[in-house]
């Protein structure tokens, strides 16, 4: 069974950070394209940063220069470090993972980031 674990969000006031960590089992990150993905009220959902098996990280023109999105494969674990938030960063993040190789993607459960004073 696939599970993806997802931890860190939380209030945070504009210019501060957070970071949310994706934990998998039942899958090996690394052979797979990972990434975040976030709602926001209202809108719809949207790709934040993925990165593919054996890729370096792309990131959504909103947050390039603010994200970074990491992996630590002997952890099976994918990271998002965002800084400098703003109120337009509030949403529901979500993690995922896919293979077109393997027909399969993967959702872990959306954490909320709220950026507020």
């Known amino acids: 069974q696939v599970q993806l674990a997802v931890s860190g969000g939380g209030l945070v006031q504009p210019g501060g950070s957070l970071r949310l960590s994706c934990a998998a089992s039942g899958i090996v990150f690394s052979i797979y394209n990972t990434g975040w993905y976030r709602q926001a009220p209202g809108k719809q959902r949207e790709l934040v940063a993925t990165i593919t098996s054996g890729g370096s990280p792309t990131y959504a023109d909103a947050v390039k220069g603010r994200f970074t999105l990491s992996s630590d494969n002997a952890k099976n674990t994918v990271s998002l470090q965002m800084n400098s938030l703003k109120p337009e960063d509030t949403a529901v993040y979500y993690c995922?993972?896919?293979?077109?190789?393997?027909?399969?993607?993967?959702w872990g459960q959306g954490i909320q980031v709220t950026v507020s004073s």
């Open positions: 995922n993972s896919n293979s077109r190789f393997f027909g399969v993607n993967y």
